[in-house]
């Protein structure tokens, strides 16, 4: 099946459709150093660079003939709880709307929307009621709901909305939980155990993989990329190297406790358990629990991705800011090939 990946980052949603074995045949994104990345690793997909507002859709419709269906996650600031503004005028709501005249003009069989939870409450619901009523009108059943990727094999407790839709007046339900839970430990502990500011965009492994989950995401893989642990401060280093395993800021002396309001600031992760949600900043102890469970620094590139559950063999390029955001703000790619399973299959039937 032929997929249109709308809005796409990295690539989180496009490596679950590509696991299921669909094609990615077109992306869209509009950060060049992102797209880059994007490009890089799927070389046989046509990327726009472009903000989709920017874009003729039929001038693409030509070149597409024919999209199975149509993926993407419209930028969600002004859903998120830290905008600075949850109401109807900003302009970062409407994008869902570019997304639906994409679908209405290619007529895929299925698509998949995702965004923050908060889309789905928003004003009362009203993004919600748009977003299933425009689709409605073009002829699509939509169900919907909120996934947690913990439930699906992610080591992380990740809550995303999904709207999944089926051209038609049948519905196709959301995948239900796997049953197969991860933790940190599982995703991480067979990569090289680094010290603050060591570390090479490119080495090698130095141990087997432990974990089924370690196994699946190395694959062929024969290289390690982007395993580089931030160079913390001093003073970091030091407060870090008061914090026991399974603790936190409670085992600071008041003269290093930060005022810092995150959840989790200076807050190890804990071996068995899950990671909160990645976000763009997970090499700074402060932002969140992002402290590696027994080394004194925060994760690296590498590690946040497996975290995410990217494959090994997937890179990312450019500047660490980029790859941190690139990485964080993906869908893992273990959720999301849950969701194309659940299309494959309905396919199939």
């Known amino acids: 099946m032929k997929v249109a990946d709308l809005f796409c980052g990295v690539g989180g949603l496009s490596q679950g459709f590509v696991w299921a074995g669909c094609k990615i045949a077109l992306g869209i994104e509009h950060d060049p150093e992102i797209a880059l990345s994007y490009k890089k690793n799927h070389p046989d997909t046509d990327v726009y660079v472009n903000d989709i507002r920017n874009l003729d859709f039929k001038e693409i419709h030509q070149k597409h003939p024919i999209i199975d269906i149509v993926i993407g996650g419209p930028p969600c600031q002004g859903f998120s709880q830290k905008g600075k503004r949850l109401n109807l005028e900003d302009p970062r709501n409407?994008?869902?709307q570019s997304f639906v005249d994409f679908v209405a003009e290619f007529s895929p069989k299925y698509f998949v929307l995702e965004n923050v939870p908060e889309i789905i409450t928003t004003s009362g619901g009203f993004f919600c009621i748009e977003i299933i009523s425009a689709f409605k009108q073009i002829g699509y059943s939509v169900r919907y709901g909120v996934l947690n990727?913990?439930?699906?094999g992610v080591p992380q407790d990740r809550r995303r909305a999904v709207f999944?839709?089926?051209?038609?007046?049948?519905?196709i339900e959301l995948p239900r939980p796997c049953g197969q839970r991860s933790t940190i430990k599982d995703a991480i502990y067979d990569l090289p155990f680094i010290e603050s500011g060591c570390g090479s965009e490119i080495?090698?492994?130095e141990t087997p993989a432990t974990s089924p989950l370690q196994q699946f995401l190395r694959a062929d893989s024969t290289i390690l990329y982007n395993h580089v642990a931030t160079r913390h401060s001093k003073i970091a280093l030091e407060r870090l190297a008061l914090i026991p395993i399974g603790g936190g800021r409670e085992a600071l002396p008041p003269e290093h406790r930060t005022k810092s309001i995150y959840s989790g600031t200076w807050c190890r992760l804990l071996e068995n358990g899950l990671a909160s949600t990645i976000t763009t900043r997970f090499d700074t102890p402060s932002s969140g629990r992002f402290t590696h469970p027994v080394l004194n620094r925060c994760l690296t590139v590498r590690e946040a991705?497996?975290?995410?559950?990217f494959p090994d063999s997937f890179r990312f390029y450019g500047s660490k800011t980029c790859q941190m955001k690139q990485v964080g703000n993906a869908v893992p790619p273990l959720l999301s090939l849950a969701i194309a399973t659940q299309i494959t299959n309905n396919e199939n039937l």
């Open 94 to 96: 409407f994008l869902f």
């Open 164 to 171: 999944i839709g089926k051209r038609g007046d049948q519905y």
């Open 305 to 309: 991705a497996r975290i995410q559950t």
């Open 203 to 205: 080495s090698g492994y």
């Open 149 to 152: 990727a913990a439930d699906f």
